[in-house]
């Protein structure tokens, strides 16, 4: 295949032909601005104006309930005064401890717990402003006073913004406010990125186009692949990133590691693209590393990207290892009703239930066996039937899964939606065996199949829940459900431990994904 380039001014685009075959790829001219940029920068402002008017209006609030219930309706004391000229400043200090944390930058915000934190750190840098102002001025501020109005502003703050992100995420999901991206990068490692930005809306961003090496790919995946992919604009060429970028309304492109994109090449994209506020994205070589374990680090002028070894051990684990015993202990007290209720209702069932208690081997921190205990959900027989079942299995990879399973109690099947037979692992995290949060705990023949990645799931416990679990469940593909559980090994931190550990009640109680 011979194709050249063929510039035609008059019509306002360039093109690529093929001469032997009489192909020719037309691509438009990138226009003197781009109207995408823009709108996606109003909506962003427009987002963190309510956010700011939010934050103003709770603090406000915080600071007047502080004050009513400390001192009730007496307010014409010298000494309350103090503390209502507190409560009038207190909005204005709250507002410039979060500008100081920059939780209002737009790389923090709309996905990603970074938002929250920054939000909490704005709490300490007003309780150290409020005790320095107290001891230097000897305003003899009530303790109680900061005591109840900065732990209702910080929870205040973050349900306004919690509940500000779910209405984007509902926007984002129907197909609203989303970034049009162009991915410029090698075939397979754009294909692969599409494939996942499409399976998840939460990052808000859908591919509108893409950029590929070469022109011999371009003609191929013009023809065969339009109905499976995205359109392809152009090369891997600066300005034609910036054509694909105008033509596509695109207001972010993402170029992922290769070749064609040195310092000098995304340099001068970035100049182009600076105009019209388009984002510009840089892939990391780096899968499932978070921003924690990375720090960039100048040397002779490069930027050189220094990764720390996954937190495996050391003072944090032990930290959460007294995490888990707590709350397993505290688990296991609160619930033991429960048990008894459950253990109960398993005991009646008629038919072939056996104990109420399942125990079966699973494979724990590097490779260790251990007994699993779930509430029964099964018939007795269960395991003598597996084989006759297996042509039936509607999960890929090593899982054996079916949503309508005959061998499933009717309890059983109600204990399954809510994942209530897995409360007896309590008593697995209280012997050590398994822990709150971690990845699945596989059974030894899912672990004879493991590859050289998957065996990275090995090196921490097993959980109760996990990322699997918050994210579908047995709806997702086996590769997903791999790469969740490798970027918790990875990535781990007690911070995740407790989001998941807060988004598991609402998976719990949506019943998706658990059969």
């Known amino acids: ?129 409020i005790a320095f102002a107290s001891y230097m001025l000897n305003l003899n501020i009530s303790r109680a006073y900061p005591l109840i109005a900065i732990p209702m502003v910080v929870l205040l703050s973050l349900s306004c913004r919690y509940l500000l992100r779910r209405g984007l995420h509902a926007r984002w999901a129907s197909g609203r406010l989303l970034r049009r991206v162009i991915v410029a990068g090698h075939e397979q490692a754009v294909w692969e990125l599409t494939a996942q930005l499409r399976r998840e809306r939460y990052h808000g961003m859908e591919v509108a186009g893409v950029c590929l090496p070469s022109e011999a790919k371009l003609a191929g995946a013009m023809l065969g692949r339009g109905q499976r992919h995205p359109r392809v604009y152009g090369t891997l060429d600066v300005d034609e990133v910036a054509h694909a970028v105008a033509a596509s309304g695109s207001d972010t492109v993402i170029v992922l590691p290769c070749p064609e994109f040195g310092s000098n090449a995304v340099r001068r994209l970035a100049w182009k693209l600076e105009r019209d506020e388009i984002d510009l994205i840089l892939a990391s070589a780096l899968v499932d590393v978070t921003g924690d374990r990375t720090t960039i680090r100048p040397v002779v002028g490069l930027p050189l990207l220094h990764v720390e070894h996954a937190r495996l051990k050391g003072g944090s684990r032990m930290l959460k290892d007294a995490v888990d015993f707590v709350g397993g202990l505290a688990g296991t007290l609160l619930l033991m009703p429960f048990f008894l209720l459950i253990g109960l209702l398993i005991k009646i069932t008629p038919g072939r239930r056996g104990p109420v208690i399942f125990r079966q081997t699973r494979v724990g921190r590097n490779g260790a066996p251990f007994r699993i205990y779930k509430f029964r959900t099964m018939y007795s027989d269960a395991e003598s039937q597996l084989q006759k079942l297996r042509t039936l299995n509607e999960h890929d990879g090593s899982l054996f899964k079916i949503r309508a399973d005959p061998r499933v109690t009717p309890i059983g099947r109600w204990l399954r939606k809510y994942s209530l037979d897995e409360l007896p692992q309590l008593c697995n995290v209280l012997k050590g065996d398994m822990s709150l949060v971690g990845p699945r705990p596989p059974l030894p023949t899912e672990v004879a199949e493991y590859g050289f990645e998957m065996r990275r799931r090995l090196l921490v416990k097993p959980g109760l829940t996990g990322l699997w679990q918050v994210s579908g469940r047995s709806d997702l593909p086996w590769a997903e459900a791999v790469r969740l559980d490798v970027h918790y090994v990875e990535n781990w931190s007690l911070w995740m431990d407790l989001l998941i550990l807060a988004r598991t009640a609402r998976a719990v109680l949506k019943g998706t994904g658990a059969y």
């Open 1 to 129: 295949m011979s194709i050249t380039q063929t510039d035609m001014r008059a019509s306002n685009t360039h093109a690529y032909q093929d001469a032997e075959e009489g192909i020719t790829v037309v691509l438009p001219r990138i226009p003197s601005g781009n109207q995408a940029g823009f709108a996606r920068v109003n909506w962003e402002t427009g987002y963190v104006r309510l956010a700011v008017l939010c934050d103003i209006a709770v603090a406000a609030f915080a600071a007047v309930f502080a004050v009513y219930v400390r001192f009730g309706q007496t307010w014409n004391s010298p000494w309350n005064r103090i503390h209502l000229a507190i409560a009038v400043l207190f909005p204005l200090g709250w507002l410039t401890a979060l500008l100081v944390t920059r939780a209002y930058d737009a790389r923090y915000m709309f996905i990603g717990n970074e938002e929250y934190l920054r939000v909490l750190r704005a709490a300490m840098w007003i309780s150290t402003i």
